[in-house]
């Protein structure tokens, strides 16, 4: 019986092993395994967006992809997929990694900065992954690893913009408040053109950004600009089959991008709070002026003929 339980207890650590294997070389497993120790109290409701961002980051953490731009719908885990999993996974094989996150609101990034160590402290991680947190810097905006790397969590032109890390990741520049100010997205623009774009140059690093479509000229439109420079994933609420994204695997008008968690009756209520102008940005990925892009409402005025 002795015997029995101890070549159980054999078995069990083997597999165990074998499970955090195939979550340090697969991003997509690494989440499904680790999701639990970010969101406790909500299942995990897996989608083809899911594996395909996946998919995508692990092309950037292989050096394949330089400059990522990326626009999704708010809530379809861009946040978390991006700026938690992606780099608590990066450690796993890589420690020694620099990783600088930012984003419109400091709170914001301290969030998914305290997220992401939920994950490199946890007691499975700490047991397959030679991962630890440094006590000479451990702090919540930032903290080093005892390899030589770190995490910096700050806000857009906030502090630790002058160091050079190997991975930037851009989440939400700008609210959609302050996407309505020119002053706001000018800049936010300006910040990343003068300050993001030079730092880790040495590293080669990589850069990420990740956000819902605010206005014509936030740092989407703005990078845009820059054809052939940046991969760029775009996928809508409602698949446009006159804008084919990367990797979009769906093909009728119309069809939702998550419809296990957003389905019609939600987007739809969501469309109704938005407006047609908020919508069109931040579900469709697709702005426009507001009252109009080149003729205006207010040109024209209304004649009852009745």
Known sequence: RCMAEETYEELVAQLESLEAEIARRSLHAFVVKTW??????????????????????????????KRL???VPPGSMKSLLVNVFWPAWE???????RLLSASYSGALSLRDNLRLKNIVTSAWYKTHYK???SEDQNAKGRYNTTAGGWRIATSVKGVGTGEHPDRIVVDDPTSADQAKSDVERSAANDWFDTTVSSRGVTRGVSIVI???RLHQEDLSGHVLKQPGRWTHVCWPMRYDAKRPGLRDPRTEPGQLLWPDLFDEIKVRQLEL???????????????APQGGGLFKRAWFKIIDVM
């Not at 450690?91 to 990694?97: D, E, G, H, I, Y």
């Not at 908020?278 to 702005?287: D, I, R, S």
């Open 91 to 97: 450690w796993a094989s890589n420690p020694s990694l």
């Open 273 to 287: 709070d938005l407006g047609p102008y908020n919508a069109a940005g931040q579900l469709q990925q697709l702005p």
């Open 36 to 65: 639990h120790l970010v969101e406790p109290s909500q299942p995990f409701v897996d989608n083809w967006h899911i594996r395909e961002l996946c998919f995508i980051l692990e092309q950037v953490s292989a050096g394949k992809i």
């Open 210 to 212: 990740v956000m819902q």
């Open 69 to 71: 731009l990326i626009n």
């Open 131 to 133: 991962v630890a947190i």
